[in-house]
């Protein structure tokens, strides 16, 4: 089982980034996916929500209206497109895969900065 995320990087403030993880070795259509983040000193906290199909989407308040997640079953892939980015959405973003089990992976850092 993998996921890997990529797209991270460093943005200035008002800039955009899209973030993405490639699943593998399990089936990606029936997990649930979200994206987490920890800055640093801190917890990691859910961003980000999308059911197996799609259908449901969760955000968390501070990202509403910037930050969209999407996923593609064919490609085994999903996203996050992230907006607007403001200096305090500087963390390590993290892919989750949640179903009969839960799958983490190594995460991407993202920093938001002038």
């Known amino acids: 089982v993998q996921l890997v995320e990529s797209g991270g990087g460093l943005v200035q403030p008002g800039g955009s980034l899209r973030l993405s993880c490639l699943a593998s070795?399990?089936?990606?259509?029936?997990?649930?996916m979200s994206w987490y983040r920890q800055a640093p000193g801190k917890g990691r906290d859910l961003v980000a929500a999308?059911?197996?199909?799609?259908?449901?989407?969760y955000y968390v308040d501070s990202v509403k209206g910037r930050f969209t997640i999407s996923r593609d079953n064919a490609k085994n892939t999903v996203y996050l497109q992230m907006n607007s980015l403001k200096p305090e959405d500087t963390a390590v973003y993290y892919c989750?895969?949640?179903?009969?089990?839960?799958?983490w992976g190594q995460g991407t850092q993202v920093t938001v900065s002038s």
């Open positions: 999308m059911s197996n199909t799609g259908g449901s989407t």
């Open positions: 989750n895969a949640r179903g009969r089990e839960t799958y």
């Open positions: 070795g399990f089936a990606f259509s029936s997990f649930a």
